[in-house]
């Protein structure tokens, strides 16, 4: 896919959505990282679900260490993985307090020195939190970038690196949230909605419905 594709498909998403913003409810930074380690394997919708009477009890560090792993994991249980992810929300709790003051950092190594944070989680947070150029690459994303050709690889990390290289400058910033949101409605992974997707000309699919 050339330079000029690229561009007028996030041209086109762009004034599809102009302000695109994560589908998680938060009201902080901290609010976000905790719903973003949530969000492993479980849908926006499940986790905003938990969150809206977790964060309306204990929306920080302090009071989510409060809880308790126990106390915590009767706000969580209905999320997959909630054991170990009540486990890993206290350590990082903990270490948040300890080592950043009870802040959300805003550096790739203290992120992903935190308990439950890998590099896509971290990507999310710089990217949603603290405006950084970052793409964190779901399963979504990985899809609509191989399938398009938009930016094509074997590994999620090869698939991150590219689109980094390859998406315009302007639109780098809301990229991963256009990207991600055309992968959740659109270009949906057993049945894509050719016939609904506004870049479906540009797309390089060789199974695409829209011609």
């Known amino acids: 896919m050339n330079r000029e ?8 998403l762009r004034a599809a959505n102009p302000n695109p913003t994560t589908e998680l409810n938060y009201n902080s930074d901290f609010e976000l990282l905790i719903a973003v380690i949530l969000s ?15 964060f309306a009890v204990a929306n920080t560090p302090e009071s989510i260490l409060g809880l308790g792993e126990d106390g915590l994991k009767k706000y969580i249980k ?11 929300i206290i350590a990082t709790c903990q270490k948040l307090i300890e080592k950043h003051n009870g802040k959300v950092p805003d ?28 793409m ?6 990985f899809r609509v970038a191989n399938r398009t050709r938009i930016a094509t690889g074997k590994t999620v990390l090869e698939v991150e690196k590219k689109l980094l ?26 049945t894509p909605k050719c016939s609904e997707c506004i870049i479906c ?9 829209c011609t």
Not at 40 to 54: F, I, P, R, S
Not at 168 to 178: G, L, S
């Open 165 to 190: 290289k390859f998406i315009p400058d302007e639109f780098i910033d809301d990229a991963h949230h256009w990207l991600i949101l055309h992968g959740r409605y659109t270009c949906t992974a057993r």
């Open 40 to 54: 492993a394997q479980a849908t926006d919708k499940g986790v905003n679900k938990a969150t809206d009477k977790l």
């Open 201 to 209: 000309d540009l797309c390089e699919y060789n199974k695409k419905t």
């Open 5 to 12: 594709k690229r561009t007028e498909i996030f041209t086109r």
């Open 136 to 141: 964190a690459v779901d399963t979504h994303i």
């Open 78 to 88: 209905t999320i997959g993985l909630y054991n170990s992810k009540a486990k890993n």
């Open 107 to 134: 550096n790739r190594a203290a992120l992903e020195a935190l308990p439950g944070v890998g590099r896509k989680t971290a990507n999310v947070i710089l990217n949603t939190a603290f405006g950084q150029a970052t």
